[in-house]
């Protein structure tokens, strides 16, 4: 089983509409969380953190934590061409006695005008 | 403030040779981590450096090396290059406090190994 997972996609989704990316993990004691965007050609930059069960909103987006069920999620209100991009979830977990930053493959999303 | 940034942006080097990676994070970041990003197997941790000493270690074999010097610039080597070595590297700065602090991602050095 992968650390972090999420679906490839591509998620495509119409101009205006929720896009909805998920992530799950398999370390139960990690207690960060983050989402970065990465444009084709282009380092990630970070979009979301969250540390806290429940939901957390900063302007279009919101990320959702579930710890119970090791899952976390994004949401992006009234998606623009400009959203189109490969999502990645990460996670602070522990491998081998340190703890590092695991990014899952990435979610592809393109938004249709 | 300047955000983080890497030299050379591009490098084309032979199965064999060394190559030597530069990394300057932004003003103040004491923490620099390094990692590799390929189509097959995404971003992947190499190292953590914090005040001029790995913190934090990746899965790669000991050709990969870094080090980090008192302004907490930071190099990564990796030595006998292999074709699965081309990758994009990038290295992430923060303030360095606690692992979990939000890293933050030069442009990328490109590595072509033929």
């Known amino acids: 089983q992968k650390e972090v997972e999420q679906n490839s996609g591509p998620l495509s989704v119409p101009e205006g509409a929720i896009a909805s990316l998920n992530c799950t993990y398999s370390?139960?004691?990690?207690?960060?969380f983050f989402w970065y965007r990465q444009y084709s050609g282009k380092s990630p930059e970070l979009i979301m953190s969250?540390?806290s069960n429940g939901d957390k909103e900063d302007g279009r987006f919101t990320a959702q934590l579930n710890k119970a069920s090791q899952y976390v999620s994004l949401l992006i209100r009234d998606s623009q061409p400009s959203d189109s991009a490969t999502y990645l979830c990460?996670?602070?977990?522990w491998g081998q006695g340190a703890q590092k930053l695991v990014f899952g493959q990435g979610t592809r999303l393109t938004i249709n005008p | 403030k300047a955000g983080v940034t890497q030299t050379p942006r591009y490098l084309i080097k032979t199965r064999g040779q060394q190559v030597t990676l530069s990394c300057s994070p932004i003003?103040?970041?004491?923490?620099v981590s390094w990692y590799q990003q390929t189509p097959g197997q995404g971003l992947q941790f190499l190292f953590e450096?914090?005040?001029?000493?790995?913190?934090n270690k990746g899965n790669f074999p000991g050709r990969f090396s870094g080090r980090q010097f008192s302004n907490s610039r930071s190099e990564m080597n990796v030595s006998t290059l292999e074709l699965g070595d081309s990758a994009l590297y990038l290295c992430?700065?923060?303030?360095?406090?606690?692992?979990?602090?939000?890293?933050?991602f030069g442009p990328g050095t490109r590595l072509l190994v033929l």
């Open positions: 992430a700065s923060s303030s360095g406090g606690r692992v979990q602090e939000t890293q933050y």
């Open positions: 003003s103040g970041h004491r923490s």
């Open positions: 450096y914090f005040s001029e000493t790995q913190r």
């Open positions: 370390d139960r004691g990690s207690q960060s």
């Open positions: 969250i540390y």
């Open positions: 990460a996670v602070i977990g």
